[in-house]
């Protein structure tokens, strides 16, 4: 018991447990042996004395041990004088008897019999040989078993049990109760924990039976919401001066327009409401667009990729509404080179595009320190980075206005962060490029490991202005925001700054019969110009805007078909032009349904413009997004009595309509039926209930004065928590560097007298300088959106030959032109072979070297199970301490693994623990075993191996590499996979160890763990070349509930399962 740490109140382990349970039960005979001797020696006081002699043995079996037990002075009524208690070890059944010696003092008269108290079928005789009185056993005895002989005299059935107790002590035993009755009768008792099972295995019965087929959650939106003011009372900070700076541009005087979505309209709103004062515009000057004469205000001289830049700005003033509009256009050839039509350039991988960015917010921040404006209105991520630029005695608080955080100005092709602590050439090129110093880049520019602008942005607000100042154009977008984006954490809140727009013509005062009669008006009209079939009773579902994945265009292409089959009064107009991949795919996907359903289906891939009188013929305006921000398509519909059908996320679902909940994001399946749901729910809505919604939407209201308010709040917030700080200046240079200060910059290394550099080095950095001034791209190059809309009009070409009626999503077709793209770059033959498929599922092979990783990395929890196993006496440390030690290394070698993994590359760490598991679960076991014959080397062993567990995170982390496809329900089906493979894989560790193979299990291991490891030295590039970035977990800590209770859940499983990972005491408590 002490060896084993098992409690010696047996006895409390009583019925009907016993009955329940598979190894001991009632017709367990060690059970039974163990009940018949605690009652034989509670009855027997000989039992219980100090005072024992061995009996000798005169002849017969040397395998059994037997000694006497006796009383000194023995007093009559005590029971038994003396008892012999005999235990026999031996493989077979013994047919012969033994003879044992009596010893002096006892008195047993010749032929007296004595009783196995346990088998009272076995007498034991007394006989006399030579006057000398001996103990004769019976022969026939059990191979192994215990026996008690007491004289006959002395003894009583211990009813209802086999065996026989002493009848001066059987009076004072508890009642024995018939097992065999409590264990028929006695299941009642375990009613509560029959229920609980119960009431457990029902509830997940209802639970699985309920979700067999995921639910829709829509909601009917009958209501408009208007935006709501400020809640903070009292005298606000007021600006007087403000200064913005924009892309997009707008200059009534001029007839100067140029947009490309929802902030031109934002900027037209600014320069009508803006409040009362200065407001500065800062706009780049296109090519294509007529300016007129401009006054030329002066020079600013810029660095831009170590080369020096010259851009004129002119300047040109007016005045509406006690609002002075200065603008100020800035002239340049990278300027000068982009359209109306296409005014951001991209992508940003290019040089030219980050030299474009640098030169932009170079240029805003010369002019913001020349006109000292009270605050800086930032404009999403395009100036974020101009605050960088100015010095700290010049700096003015600056607001940030979120009007698309999907577009961040990320370059999303290579990781930034250090690899193996040092800083990697393309962030040291970045600095060139912008002008900017490593530690700037590092720290304002650097999110989750790619280089991202909209970061400089918000880390500026919170670090002078502790987070105040960062600002969403509708209300539930920055909460969103805020709960989903990592970026936002640490921020206070993101102000509601909702936009604004004109009323509705009557005010919403038009009756619902007046509705019907425009709506009949302008259906003909709006039929008759897209050529649509003269029909009064059809309904027209409509879309107008920018063909982009944001927008969900290709889900409406993709549901098209099916609406336009089985509602026969439906017709559809699309417009607008693709302006990416997915409005691409969403064009492909739509030109052959023309001919198919002719007079019903109109669409237009060009700029479109649709009178406002002809949109009131609209019966549905497809509001789909995956992201949107305000919103202004489902107002400008709304407010002409056209309800919106499409997703609740963002700023949608402010106006009248039908909106489906996004359950999950990033499974385009699930998101595909609940818009169809919608879209059926909608079209089948009663007259009534629909003209209500529609009248209801020609109600809503947006006023400028809530808008106008709510931006003076945010420069009111901005000027009061603006604090300069006292960082250094980022910029590198001012005017133009010479060669060996742009060589410095970008070189990884320098020369010293403690480290000598070769040539080759020299050379190498030459070449860098070199490849400056040959404007040489340094970044990987994403594949065209041109190219990629061939393929996939190839690939779709392909699978309408091969007659496969089922269309791939446009996600899924990109993810697989990136791994084709991917696999092309790859030369090395082993590592092509590992971006394959795997058993031909959406899984790489790499995926399946990671996971076979997972599921043989319990080799430490084994080794702590067969050091628990081993009953070396030389080790006095307790389970207890064992435990606590493995995963003292366990949380030790956490914190390890992940230090190391932001600096070194995955496929490394993964090989190293690889590594790792050979040594210790295969070599250092072989070693003798005279070197773990105390507690410190098993103790630190043990500590080692608990490190070494803790790596199995590595590939769980690194086996969603480039592939988190489908959402978390794939997520948490692949987890659930390795976790049972994991734990079958331990089990049978366990199994072999304790069936003695363990030297199976070693070679199992040594063959799977040296594969891998030569596998993952081959493993792709993004596996190599990138290390795991920052993951602001400690800011999400205190942000997120969810990661309290994540922690919360790890703790109480790791409790729960402790038991369970006990394995021997847990069956020799058995």
Known sequence: QAQRHIGRSLMAANGPHWCEDPLVDRNNSIYHLTRALIRIRRSCSALRTDTELPAELVSGDRNEVAYWKYHETYVPGQGPHAMLVVLKFQAVPDKGSSLYALPEGLDFDEGQALVDLLNPARMAMVVSKDNVKRLLLPAEMPEAHAAIFAPNGDLVADEPGFWMVCSDGAGSLPPLQDMAAVCETGAGRLILTWGGFSFALLVMLVVFISNWRSSIYLSVVKEATQPSGPARPGPRKEAQHVLTAAIEHTIPDRGVKVSAGGLGKVLDQMLKEHPKGTLSLVHPKFGDVDYGDLEKYKELQVVVDGKPQTVVVYTLSSELSGVQRNWYLLDHEFFEERSKRQPYP??????????????????????????????????????????????KECRVPVILVLHNADYMGIVETDFINNRFWQTVPALRRLGVVFNLKKSAIRKYMTFEGRFNMLKAGVAYIKEVQAGHGVCAVSANYGVELKRERALFNGLPCIMALDNATDPAEDQGNTGIDTLKKQRFQAKEALQAHCGLDQNPEAKILIFIGRWVKQKGVDHIAMITPSLLRSHPEVQIVLAGPPDDACGLYAEELLAPLGPRF??????????????????????????????????????????????SVGCAIGGLGKMPGVYFRQQNADSSRMLLDAFLCSVDY???????????????????????????????????????????????????????????????????????RFRRMSAASRMAQQM???DIKDDTEFLTQTVTERRVHDIMRDVMAQDMQRGKSKVKDAETLQR??????????????????LMKPFARTKYLRIHAVIALCYIISPCGDTTLKAIAESEDSSVSLTDDVWHEIFYGGVAVGSLLWLGLSRAVPPNLLMASSQLATVLFAVLVPSLPESLFANNAAVSSFLALNGVLSASRLLFIIWNFNEDFHGGFQVACKRIGILESLRTASGMLAVILSYGGMEYLYRQIILVVSLSTLILLFKAPHCYCAYSLPSTG?????????????LLLSEMLNKLASYTSQTYYDWWSLN
């Not at 960015?357 to 006109?371: E, T």
């Not at 697989?816 to 072979?833: D, G, K």
Request: glycine share 4%; proline share 7%; net charge negative.
């Open 768 to 770: 860098q300088v070199l």
């Open 346 to 391: 991209s992508p940003m991988t290019t040089l030219r595009t980050l030299r474009y960015f640098s030169l932009w917010n170079q240029a805003v921040a010369h002019l913001i320190q020349d006109l000292q404006p009270d605050v800086y209105h930032c404009m999403d991520y395009h100036a974020a980075l101009a605050p960088l630029y100015i010095p």
């Open 682 to 752: 909608a079209l089948d809505m009663p007259d009534a209930d629909y003209w209500e919604m529609a009248h209801a939407a020609t109600k809503a209201t947006f006023p400028f004065d809530t808008w106008r308010e709510n931006l003076t709040e945010a420069y009111s917030q901005a000027i009061t928590h603006f604090k300069p700080g006292k960082t250094e200046e980022f910029t590198l240079w001012h005017t133009s560097p010479a060669a060996d200060k742009i060589r410095s910059e970008i070189s990884h290394r320098t020369k010293s």
């Open 816 to 833: 697989n032109i990136c791994l084709a793209q991917q696999r092309m770059t790859e030369r090395n033959h082993v590592t092509q072979w």
């Open 598 to 643: 002719p007079g019903r289906l109109f669409v237009c891939t060009e700029f479109f413009a649709l009178p406002a009188e002809l949109r009131r013929g609209a019966h549905l305006c497809f509001a789909p997004s995956c992201s949107e921000p305000f919103g202004y398509v489902d107002v400008e519909f709304g407010l002409l009595g056209v309800p």
């Open 1033 to 1045: 977990y400690l800011e999400g800590l205190l942000e997120h509930k969810s990661f309290w209770l």
